[in-house]
C-alpha cells in the first residue's frame, strides 16, 4: 500500500499530457484492482444483505461508503491513469465555476494499454447498467428504500460515467480538427505550392 501510495503520488505530481511510456503488459494493475473493487463489493453488499433480508440501514451506508469511495478514485485516480482522461471543476477568480474536461496529449497513447482501456469503460457501462436493472426492479415492486438505494448508486456512477465520454468527445474532435488542419495544408500546398514555385522560376529566368 504505501509503494501505491508514493507511485501515485509520484505520478500525480507530473504535468498532465506529458508522461512517458512504461513497460508492456498491464501498466497500472493497483488502479485497476480498485477500478473493479470497490463497485463490485457494492453490487455484492446490496444482493446479499437485500436478498437475505439485512438491515436497511446498513445495506444502505455500506453501500454508500463503497460507491463515494469509487466515485473518488475513479474521478481522481483510475480514469487519468488508465486512460488520460480528466475531468473536474474549475473555480475562477469572479467565483463562477467551470468544468473542464481534459485528455492526455497526442503521442503519449502508448503509456495505457489496450486491456486497461477495456476495463475502464466495461466496468463503468456494466455497474451502471447493473443499477439501472435493480432500480427498475425495486420500482415496479414498490420497494422505496431499496429505490433510493439505487438512485444515490445511478447518480454516482453516472456522473463519472458522463464526465469521462465527455472528455472522450472532446479528445476526439481535438484529434478531428488537428487532422482537418493538417489535411487542409497539404492540400493547399499541393494546389497553390507548385504555381508558386513555377512563378518564382520564371520570375529567375
Not at 453488499?45 to 453501500?63: A, E, K, N, W
Not at 458522463?162 to 489535411?183: E, H, I, T, W
Not at 494546389?191 to 520570375?203: C, I
Amino acid at each position: 500500500y504505501n509503494e501505491y501510495k508514493s507511485y501515485l503520488r509520484m505520478d500525480l505530481s507530473r504535468e498532465f499530457g506529458d508522461q512517458s511510456a512504461p513497460a508492456n503488459g498491464l501498466k497500472h494493475p493497483t488502479a485497476t484492482f480498485f477500478h473493479l473493487c470497490f463497485r463490485v463489493l457494492a453490487i455484492i453488499i446490496y444482493l446479499f444483505l437485500s436478498l437475505l433480508g439485512g438491515s436497511f440501514t446498513l445495506t444502505f451506508v455500506l453501500v454508500v461508503i463503497l460507491l463515494a469511495a469509487d466515485f473518488w478514485t475513479v474521478k481522481n485516480i483510475t480514469g487519468r491513469l488508465m486512460v488520460g482522461l480528466r475531468w473536474w471543476n474549475k473555480v475562477n477568480q469572479d467565483g463562477s465555476t467551470e468544468w473542464v474536461f481534459e485528455s492526455r496529449k497526442q503521442g503519449t497513447e502508448a503509456y495505457h494499454s489496450e486491456t486497461e482501456n477495456r476495463i475502464f469503460w466495461i466496468a463503468m457501462l456494466a455497474s451502471t447498467g447493473v443499477w439501472i436493472l435493480l432500480f427498475i426492479k425495486n420500482l415496479l415492486s414498490l420497494s422505496v428504500g431499496w429505490v433510493i438505494v439505487c438512485t444515490t448508486a445511478l447518480f454516482l456512477n453516472a456522473a463519472n460515467l458522463y464526465g469521462y465520454v465527455k472528455c472522450r468527445k472532446d479528445a476526439k474532435a481535438k484529434v478531428q480538427g488537428a487532422v482537418g488542419s493538417f489535411l487542409g495544408r497539404q492540400l493547399w500546398n499541393q494546389t497553390f505550392g507548385g504555381s508558386d514555385q513555377q512563378q518564382q522560376q520564371a520570375n529567375s529566368q
